[in-house]
T-cell receptor, first 111, second 113 residues
Framework: DQQVKQNSPSLSVQEGRISILNCDYT??????FLWYKKYPAEGPTFLIS?????DKNEDGRFTVFLNKSAKHLSLHIVPSQPGDSAVYFC??????????FGQGTRLTINP | DTGVSQDPRHKITKRGQNVTFRCDPI?????LYWYRQTLGQGPEFLTY????????KSRLLSDRFSAERPKGSFSTLEIQRTEQGDSAMYLC???????????FGSGTRLTVV
Protein backbone atom coordinates (compact mmCIF):
# COMPACT_ATOMS: atom_id res chain seq x y z
CA ASP A 1 0.00 0.00 0.00
CA GLN A 2 1.27 3.43 -0.95
CA GLN A 3 1.15 5.41 2.29
CA VAL A 4 2.77 8.51 0.77
CA LYS A 5 1.71 9.68 -2.66
CA GLN A 6 2.95 12.32 -5.03
CA ASN A 7 0.39 12.38 -7.79
CA SER A 8 2.26 14.69 -10.15
CA PRO A 9 5.18 12.91 -11.82
CA SER A 10 6.43 16.17 -13.30
CA LEU A 11 6.07 19.93 -13.02
CA SER A 12 7.41 22.70 -15.22
CA VAL A 13 7.73 26.25 -13.87
CA GLN A 14 9.18 29.44 -15.27
CA GLU A 15 12.24 30.86 -13.55
CA GLY A 16 11.30 33.42 -10.90
CA ARG A 17 7.79 32.05 -10.38
CA ILE A 18 6.53 29.90 -7.53
CA SER A 19 6.85 26.11 -7.63
CA ILE A 20 4.33 24.13 -5.61
CA LEU A 21 4.87 20.42 -5.08
CA ASN A 22 2.17 18.36 -3.42
CA CYS A 23 2.11 15.21 -1.34
CA ASP A 24 -0.69 13.20 0.27
CA TYR A 25 -0.44 10.56 2.97
CA THR A 26 -2.80 8.01 4.45
CA UNK A 27 -1.26 7.04 7.80
CA UNK A 28 -2.51 9.39 10.52
CA UNK A 29 0.24 8.12 12.85
CA UNK A 30 2.96 9.88 10.85
CA UNK A 31 4.42 12.60 13.05
CA UNK A 32 7.22 14.04 10.95
CA PHE A 33 7.44 14.95 7.30
CA LEU A 34 10.43 15.76 5.14
CA TRP A 35 11.28 16.85 1.62
CA TYR A 36 14.33 15.56 -0.19
CA LYS A 37 15.85 16.73 -3.44
CA LYS A 38 17.65 14.38 -5.81
CA TYR A 39 19.95 15.09 -8.73
CA PRO A 40 20.83 12.33 -11.22
CA ALA A 41 23.53 9.90 -10.05
CA GLU A 42 23.41 11.27 -6.51
CA GLY A 43 21.61 10.22 -3.35
CA PRO A 44 18.69 12.29 -2.05
CA THR A 45 19.66 15.33 0.00
CA PHE A 46 17.57 16.71 2.84
CA LEU A 47 15.78 19.95 2.08
CA ILE A 48 13.26 20.86 4.77
CA SER A 49 11.05 19.17 7.35
CA UNK A 50 8.03 19.77 9.53
CA UNK A 51 6.67 18.23 12.70
CA UNK A 52 3.03 17.25 12.89
CA UNK A 53 2.50 19.81 15.67
CA UNK A 54 3.17 22.62 13.21
CA ASP A 55 1.43 23.70 10.05
CA LYS A 56 4.22 25.69 8.43
CA ASN A 57 7.99 25.74 8.35
CA GLU A 58 10.07 28.16 6.34
CA ASP A 59 13.73 28.11 5.34
CA GLY A 60 14.81 30.77 2.91
CA ARG A 61 13.08 30.22 -0.43
CA PHE A 62 11.52 26.96 0.77
CA THR A 63 8.31 26.66 2.79
CA VAL A 64 6.52 23.47 3.74
CA PHE A 65 2.83 23.52 4.66
CA LEU A 66 1.07 20.71 6.51
CA ASN A 67 -2.71 20.20 6.54
CA LYS A 68 -3.31 17.33 8.95
CA SER A 69 -7.05 17.20 8.47
CA ALA A 70 -6.57 16.71 4.74
CA LYS A 71 -3.44 14.56 5.22
CA HIS A 72 -1.69 16.81 2.73
CA LEU A 73 1.59 18.65 2.62
CA SER A 74 3.10 20.93 0.06
CA LEU A 75 6.47 22.45 -0.70
CA HIS A 76 6.63 26.00 -2.03
CA ILE A 77 9.75 27.30 -3.70
CA VAL A 78 9.81 31.00 -4.41
CA PRO A 79 11.38 32.36 -6.48
CA SER A 80 12.25 29.27 -8.49
CA GLN A 81 15.77 29.09 -9.87
CA PRO A 82 17.32 26.87 -12.58
CA GLY A 83 19.34 25.02 -9.94
CA ASP A 84 16.08 23.87 -8.38
CA SER A 85 15.52 21.51 -11.32
CA ALA A 86 15.63 18.06 -9.73
CA VAL A 87 13.40 15.26 -8.49
CA TYR A 88 11.69 16.05 -5.20
CA PHE A 89 10.55 13.36 -2.79
CA CYS A 90 8.32 13.81 0.19
CA UNK A 91 8.77 11.39 3.07
CA UNK A 92 7.02 10.65 6.33
CA UNK A 93 8.03 9.00 9.57
CA UNK A 94 6.37 7.67 12.68
CA UNK A 95 8.35 7.93 15.87
CA UNK A 96 11.83 8.51 14.39
CA UNK A 97 11.78 5.16 12.65
CA UNK A 98 12.10 4.46 8.94
CA UNK A 99 11.09 7.02 6.33
CA UNK A 100 8.34 6.22 3.85
CA PHE A 101 8.84 8.01 0.54
CA GLY A 102 6.52 9.15 -2.20
CA GLN A 103 7.19 8.40 -5.87
CA GLY A 104 8.79 11.76 -6.56
CA THR A 105 8.00 14.79 -8.73
CA ARG A 106 10.44 15.95 -11.39
CA LEU A 107 10.64 19.73 -11.28
CA THR A 108 11.95 21.60 -14.31
CA ILE A 109 12.64 25.30 -14.08
CA ASN A 110 12.57 26.99 -17.47
CA PRO A 111 14.57 30.17 -18.16
CA ASP B 1 34.12 13.28 7.58
CA THR B 2 33.09 12.98 3.94
CA GLY B 3 29.54 11.81 4.56
CA VAL B 4 28.07 8.42 3.71
CA SER B 5 30.20 6.38 1.32
CA GLN B 6 28.99 3.50 -0.81
CA ASP B 7 31.05 1.08 -2.82
CA PRO B 8 30.93 0.21 -5.64
CA ARG B 9 29.07 2.99 -7.47
CA HIS B 10 28.10 0.64 -10.26
CA LYS B 11 27.88 -3.12 -10.51
CA ILE B 12 26.95 -5.23 -13.53
CA THR B 13 26.48 -8.90 -12.82
CA LYS B 14 25.10 -11.95 -14.54
CA ARG B 15 21.87 -13.47 -13.33
CA GLY B 16 22.51 -16.06 -10.65
CA GLN B 17 25.69 -14.47 -9.33
CA ASN B 18 26.10 -13.12 -5.80
CA VAL B 19 26.91 -9.47 -5.16
CA THR B 20 27.92 -7.55 -2.05
CA PHE B 21 27.71 -3.82 -1.46
CA ARG B 22 29.39 -1.82 1.27
CA CYS B 23 28.26 1.30 3.11
CA ASP B 24 30.37 3.44 5.43
CA PRO B 25 28.11 5.77 7.45
CA ILE B 26 28.96 9.06 9.09
CA UNK B 27 31.09 7.96 12.03
CA UNK B 28 28.99 9.36 14.86
CA UNK B 29 25.68 8.08 13.45
CA UNK B 30 24.18 5.14 15.29
CA UNK B 31 21.55 4.27 12.72
CA LEU B 32 22.14 2.87 9.26
CA TYR B 33 19.45 2.25 6.66
CA TRP B 34 19.29 0.43 3.34
CA TYR B 35 16.80 1.47 0.68
CA ARG B 36 16.19 0.38 -2.89
CA GLN B 37 15.04 2.69 -5.66
CA THR B 38 13.76 1.64 -9.05
CA LEU B 39 13.09 3.90 -12.02
CA GLY B 40 10.21 6.28 -11.45
CA GLN B 41 9.74 5.28 -7.83
CA GLY B 42 10.79 6.67 -4.50
CA PRO B 43 13.25 4.89 -2.24
CA GLU B 44 11.76 1.76 -0.65
CA PHE B 45 12.84 0.72 2.82
CA LEU B 46 14.76 -2.56 3.08
CA THR B 47 16.26 -2.71 6.57
CA TYR B 48 17.90 -0.68 9.31
CA UNK B 49 20.41 -1.08 12.10
CA UNK B 50 20.92 0.68 15.36
CA UNK B 51 24.56 0.11 16.14
CA UNK B 52 25.09 -3.58 15.30
CA UNK B 53 21.49 -4.66 15.90
CA UNK B 54 19.24 -5.15 12.89
CA UNK B 55 15.96 -3.71 14.16
CA UNK B 56 13.63 -4.04 11.20
CA LYS B 57 13.48 -5.83 7.87
CA SER B 58 11.01 -5.13 5.11
CA ARG B 59 9.06 -7.93 3.50
CA LEU B 60 10.82 -6.74 0.32
CA LEU B 61 13.98 -8.29 1.76
CA SER B 62 13.63 -11.86 0.54
CA ASP B 63 15.72 -14.78 1.76
CA ARG B 64 18.26 -13.97 -0.96
CA PHE B 65 19.08 -10.68 0.73
CA SER B 66 21.15 -10.35 3.88
CA ALA B 67 22.59 -7.33 5.62
CA GLU B 68 25.14 -7.05 8.38
CA ARG B 69 26.69 -4.31 10.42
CA PRO B 70 29.51 -5.86 12.41
CA LYS B 71 30.73 -3.76 15.33
CA GLY B 72 28.20 -1.09 14.51
CA SER B 73 30.38 0.59 11.91
CA PHE B 74 30.20 -0.16 8.16
CA SER B 75 27.46 -2.34 6.72
CA THR B 76 27.25 -4.82 3.87
CA LEU B 77 24.25 -5.84 1.81
CA GLU B 78 24.54 -9.16 -0.02
CA ILE B 79 22.22 -10.42 -2.71
CA GLN B 80 22.51 -14.10 -3.55
CA ARG B 81 21.45 -15.67 -6.85
CA THR B 82 20.65 -12.30 -8.40
CA GLU B 83 17.60 -11.92 -10.63
CA GLN B 84 16.84 -9.28 -13.26
CA GLY B 85 14.24 -7.80 -10.91
CA ASP B 86 17.03 -6.94 -8.48
CA SER B 87 18.30 -4.28 -10.88
CA ALA B 88 17.94 -1.01 -8.99
CA MET B 89 19.78 1.71 -7.14
CA TYR B 90 20.67 0.58 -3.62
CA LEU B 91 20.90 3.51 -1.24
CA CYS B 92 22.45 3.61 2.19
CA UNK B 93 21.71 6.34 4.74
CA UNK B 94 22.71 7.08 8.30
CA UNK B 95 21.37 9.22 11.11
CA UNK B 96 21.91 9.85 14.78
CA UNK B 97 19.39 8.12 17.04
CA UNK B 98 16.18 10.14 17.41
CA UNK B 99 16.98 12.34 14.46
CA UNK B 100 14.54 12.20 11.61
CA UNK B 101 16.91 13.51 8.99
CA UNK B 102 18.91 10.95 7.10
CA UNK B 103 22.12 11.57 5.20
CA PHE B 104 22.17 9.42 2.07
CA GLY B 105 25.12 8.07 0.16
CA SER B 106 25.30 8.31 -3.63
CA GLY B 107 24.08 4.75 -4.03
CA THR B 108 25.19 1.59 -5.83
CA ARG B 109 23.52 1.01 -9.17
CA LEU B 110 23.07 -2.71 -9.79
CA THR B 111 22.36 -4.07 -13.25
CA VAL B 112 21.61 -7.76 -13.58
CA VAL B 113 22.00 -9.08 -17.14
Amino acid sequence: DQQVKQNSPSLSVQEGRISILNCDYTNSMFDYFLWYKKYPAEGPTFLISISSIKDKNEDGRFTVFLNKSAKHLSLHIVPSQPGDSAVYFCAASQGAQKLVFGQGTRLTINP
Amino acid sequence: DTGVSQDPRHKITKRGQNVTFRCDPISEHNRLYWYRQTLGQGPEFLTYFQNEAQLEKSRLLSDRFSAERPKGSFSTLEIQRTEQGDSAMYLCASSPVSNYGYTFGSGTRLTVV
